[in-house]
């Protein structure tokens, strides 16, 4: 049998090979130990109240709360992302596990390219908490996409209540959206796109995961997350890798150039950076290698 999304490898089953093919993720029990999400989450709450200042790291809150007084603690932190210089969660990009799944998909050299830690709070009846539906691969100037990989991993029980990852299975197959910010009524996070002229009629799958389960899905597959309906924050921590052997394009004049500009606004604010800068530059900076060799991203 031919397979066209994963490589040759001794760890998936031809039937699970074969769902990723037809289906762009794949989702496996119990991968990540309880013990070590309880090290994530404390490392989480440090970083919350400023105990530990990590470079680069970028915070966000939610719009709904960033414009209420500001309580440093974990009630306002939405997610962080860039946590590639903290070296406990930068532990979980790390686990032999978990890269020995991704080795199917992106080949012996890995480079990790971006991480997340999300912290979905309580709807505050304003429904920012949710996610539009998008495809990653709107965020990365690199290619192929094939050699690139989520794992998105469970911090605790996820399921419709507190807002689970929604995919639309067999996306992956299709090309990149356009995606804008959509026009919801309470606002939406900065930075969360959506893809334009979205099908609401398409199946979708709900993943309901129990702590430590891990899915690894492709960055073409459409997907979004509800709105938290209880009064827990749901935590997963993720990780999007890609193959050393990638290579970087060119976004101006596609449909990727109005993320280029955002970053690089950010960038200039959050580092004064005055001199030329490129969404490449960004990403060099970012990436790191966590098997193998470094090749040419």
């Not at 050393?244 to 109005?258: L, M």
Request: hydrophobic share 35%.
């Amino acid at each position: 049998m031919e397979f066209h999304y994963t490589l040759d490898n001794n760890l998936l089953t031809p039937e699970q090979r074969s769902f990723y093919d037809e289906n762009g993720y794949i989702l496996i029990k119990n991968l990540v130990s309880g013990e070590d999400i309880e090290r994530f989450r404390n490392e989480f709450a440090k970083i919350c109240k400023k105990e530990v200042q990590v470079p680069g790291l970028i915070i966000m809150r939610d719009v709904a709360i960033a414009k209420s007084e500001f309580i440093p603690d974990q009630k306002a932190v939405t997610k962080i992302q860039d946590f590639q210089e903290d070296e406990e969660l930068f532990r979980y990009c790390t686990l032999p596990q978990i890269l020995k799944y991704v080795e199917c998909f992106t080949g012996p050299n890995i480079m990790a390219m971006h991480t997340m830690l999300i912290n979905k709070p309580p709807d505050s009846g304003k429904k920012s908490s949710r996610h539009p539906m998008h495809q990653d691969l709107h965020y990365f100037p690199f290619r192929p996409a094939d050699l690139v990989v989520c794992a998105w991993t469970a911090m605790e029980m996820i399921d419709r209540s507190n807002g689970c990852l929604v995919v639309v299975p067999g996306t992956h197959k299709g090309s990149l959206k356009q995606h804008d910010y959509p026009d919801w009524e309470g606002g939406v996070n900065k930075m969360y796109h959506g893809v334009r002229d979205y099908n609401k009629n398409l199946p979708r799958v709900h993943l309901v995961m129990e702590k430590g389960d891990t899915v690894f899905f492709h960055p073409l597959l459409i997907h979004g997350s509800g709105m938290n309906r209880t009064q827990g924050f749901r935590k997963a921590i993720s990780c999007h890798y890609a193959s050393a052997d990638c290579h970087y394009i060119e976004v101006k004049g596609t449909s990727q150039e109005n993320i280029e500009r955002e970053v690089l606004e950010i960038a200039h604010r959050k580092y004064s950076v005055n001199m030329p800068i490129t969404l490449k530059d960004i990403w060099m900076i970012r990436g790191r290698l966590v098997k193998g060799q470094r090749t040419n991203l």
